[in-house]
């Protein structure tokens, strides 16, 4: 028991020294987070969870309980730094994981941030995996080739997001997220391919 923690250990100081961030199973928050923010969260994802259905639903609960197991490698890609790429083909519909990170606050203007996923709903708060995160944090972005699509559901006290195949997914193949329209403003656009 006593190697195992030693071998993660040393995984998780190796991340940190490659990649700059510490890694981060599941989203945190940096701050108290007001009731009445979370309870709007709760009521959007609650929504979203009966129009997904009952199966679906669970399926993303279960990614979520998966331990931070995501079926990807991170890998080189390209002109755009570092992506990550199927480690097994992956089915339409399967989700990835969680895109982890730090809930942050007063991320609007100032800086670009790369690693910023925003919620589709009214929610001053936001997901920065720059600082801290998982493997889903390399996902890059194209609006032309996405391959992935994001949803969301409230588990823990906080809403979640988590990346899911929008078609079927070869191995090898880079994984790819449209992150919408402020982003390509923020950055000049690399269109990528799978």
Known sequence: MGGEFAALHAGLDAWRVRFGARYLRATAASAPISALALARARAWCRRRDAARGRVATRALFAALGGGGAVPGRVARAGGAGWGLFARRA?????????????????????????????????????????????????????????????????????????????????????????????????????????
């Open 90 to 194: 992956l089915r339409q519909g399967e989700a990835l994981g969680e895109y982890s990170g730090v809930l942050v606050e007063g991320w609007r203007g100032g800086r670009f941030r790369p690693y910023l996923l925003r919620f589709p709903f009214p929610f001053r708060w936001a997901v920065d995996a720059g600082p801290a995160g998982n493997e889903l944090r390399f996902v890059n972005h194209s609006s032309r080739a996405a391959n992935l699509d994001r949803d969301f559901v409230f588990h823990d006290g906080l809403p979640r997001p988590l990346l899911i195949a929008s078609r079927a997914i070869a191995a090898g193949e880079q994984l790819l997220l449209d992150y919408g329209p402020g982003y390509a403003f923020a950055r000049p656009p690399l269109e990528l391919t799978p």
